[in-house]
């Protein structure tokens, strides 16, 4: 049993592309580059960071095909590039949104029923029951607000996508 699991680390940490490692990128691959442009060059550069599909590096430049754009073809100078990477798998973050939904919802939740005490409820014999023995309150609030920002947490999770990035190093681009 060891020696099959230590066989099955092996094999994925084998598998698993190591920061600082020269990974090939095919052409048609999903990138994104982080650039650091001198002050002169600026206002030529919408974004720090872009997405697209890599095309090729070819001497100290790299072509790509802009993700958000109509199929814009844009180069880009290596000497630029300050991070290189490869979108490795799409994934559904639907456990995080879960959890940012539910503590979300919760404070929300606790918040509405701190504010929202009423005392309109009647207990036995006509008179108004403390705020305590209402059915809102902070607790039942915050409960509600949580299940409802789970709910919806799991929701946009689900319908969202996002990638898992890895660095490429830039020496397996420049030319040698």
Aim: net charge positive; hydrophobic share 45%.
């Amino acid at each position: 049993m060891r020696r099959s699991l230590r066989l099955l680390v092996m094999l994925l940490a084998g598998a698993a592309p190591v920061a600082g490692q020269p990974t090939a990128v095919d052409s048609g691959s999903r990138v994104r580059l982080t650039l650091s442009v001198p002050a002169t060059e600026r206002a030529t550069i919408s974004s720090p960071r872009i997405i697209g599909k890599f095309v090729q590096a070819r001497g100290d430049t790299v072509f790509l095909i802009l993700e958000n754009s109509s199929g814009e073809a844009a180069w880009f100078p290596i000497q630029y590039v300050s991070r290189f990477e490869l979108s490795a798998a799409q994934y559904h973050p639907v456990v995080k949104s879960a959890a940012i939904g539910t503590a979300v919802g919760a404070v929300l939740g606790l918040l509405y029923g701190s504010f929202n005490r009423s005392s309109h409820y009647v207990c036995i014999g006509g008179t108004p029951c403390p705020v305590s023995h209402t059915p809102g309150g902070p607790r039942n609030g915050a409960v509600r607000g949580a299940a409802a920002g789970l709910v919806l947490g799991m929701i946009t999770g689900s319908v969202r996508s996002t990638d898992r990035w890895v660095d490429v190093n830039l020496t397996a681009l420049r030319p040698r």
